[in-house]
Structure formats: C-alpha cells, structure tokens
C-alpha cells in the first residue's frame, strides 16, 4: 500500500532540538523529491524544507534556515529533517509530502502527489 509515515514528533522544551523522520512505502522512492510542511492551529500551511530525489538540492524556509539539516536514505526510503533551537513558533502539525519532479519547491503545494498523515511537534516548557 502506498503511503507516507512520518514519526519522531513529540514534546520539546524550547532551546531543543528534534529529528523528524519520512518513511515511504509503495512507490519508487528514489524518483520522488521529498518535502516538508508544517500547520500550526489557526494558521496556514507552510512549506519547511525539501530535498530532491537524489539529495543532491535542499531548500529551507527562512524561518528554520541556519537551524535546520535535511537528508535522505534511499535505500532505507527515509527522510531525516533535524531542527534545532526550536521556540515556540514551531508549534504545529508537521506533514512529508512526495513530489515527482526535476526540483522541489515549498510553495507548490499541489504539486506534492502523495502526503503523510503528520505529526504533531509541540514546543513548550
């Protein structure tokens, strides 16, 4: 069955760190970019960060750039995204979403063909 399985949110004290991981199950990993997203409650989507199918391109929203390291495994279908010094403001629903396509994008939502469920990553003391 084709699906995403994101895991390894949870609660974090502010200042901490977190590693999000994205298992795919059922398609061709490799031949797909990975990208992540995040929604916090009264807000709207927001792209965070993608990697392409090869990891060759990253790309990072300003809001977690310099805080932030993505990577994949292609041969155990994973995607790694690390934030570290989180606050507040990363409070949200945290979804990975797959993309076939020559480079990924965090603003082209439609262009994401397959989606995780999500996971919530709370930060707080």
């Known amino acids: 069955q084709l699906q995403l399985v994101e895991s390894g949110g949870g609660l974090v004290q502010p200042g901490g760190s977190l590693r999000l991981s994205c298992t795919g199950y059922?398609?061709?990993?490799?031949?797909?970019?990975i990208g992540w997203f995040r929604q916090a409650p009264g807000k709207e989507r927001e792209g965070v960060s993608c990697?392409?199918?090869?990891?060759?391109?990253?790309n990072f929203a300003a809001s977690v750039k310099g805080r932030s390291t993505i990577s994949r495994d292609n041969y155990r279908k994973t995607v790694s995204l690390q934030i570290h010094r989180l606050n507040p403001e990363d409070t949200a629903v945290y979804y990975c979403?797959?993309?076939?396509?020559?480079?990924?994008?965090?603003?082209?939502?439609?262009?994401?063909?397959?989606w995780g469920q999500g996971t919530q990553v709370t930060v707080s003391s």
């Open positions: 059922g398609f061709t990993f490799d031949k797909y970019n």
């Open positions: 990697i392409t199918s090869t990891g060759a391109n990253v």
């Open positions: 979403a797959a993309d076939y396509g020559s480079s990924c994008s965090l603003e082209e939502f439609d262009g994401y063909t397959y």
